[in-house]
């Protein structure tokens, strides 16, 4: 069997999201999302932890998602993890891990104009048809 590298997260963006383009042109678009787990412990005391992940959204989907990704819009992120490698100022040599999106599902929340859904496709950049909005019942964990 193959090996399989896919993340998929829902959550909310922590800052609106920074957009540059490469130097032949291609847009490049960076921003956190927080996702937040919840339990109750041992005592019976609710207890939380935030994850903040690192997202990189490239080309079109860079581009036409650019209003939309403001903080607090609630999304779906649909990617694969991938790790870069530079040297800093000093020559040493640094690591990211990111999470580089290949799909994002606007699903409303805070932030952002129109607060509507739908789906971009990195690999065309075209928008798919608006799913239903997902309520708590419609999430299996």
């Known amino acids: ?13 922590g800052r609106d999201a920074e957009q540059r383009h490469t130097a032949n042109g291609t847009a490049v678009s960076n921003f956190s ?6 339990w109750t412990d041992k005592s019976g005391q609710r207890q939380e932890r ?23 819009k609630q999304i779906c992120v649909e990617g694969r993890l991938q790790t870069r490698e530079w040297n800093d100022r000093d020559g040493n ?19 952002g104009p129109g607060g509507g859904a739908g789906r971009h496709d990195a690999a065309t950049g075209e928008a798919e048809a608006a799913p239903p909005e997902l309520t708590e019942d419609d999430i299996p964990f």
């Open 50 to 72: 935030t994850e903040w992940h690192r997202v990189v959204v490239w080309d079109r989907q860079a581009e036409s998602l650019q209003p939309y990704l403001t903080k607090g």
């Open 93 to 111: 040599k640094r690591y990211t891990t990111e999470i580089r999106a290949d799909r994002i599902t606007l699903l409303g929340g805070r932030g």
């Open 1 to 13: 069997m193959g090996s399989v590298n896919k993340v998929f997260l829902i959550g909310n963006l």
């Open 33 to 38: 999302l927080a996702t937040t787990d919840m």
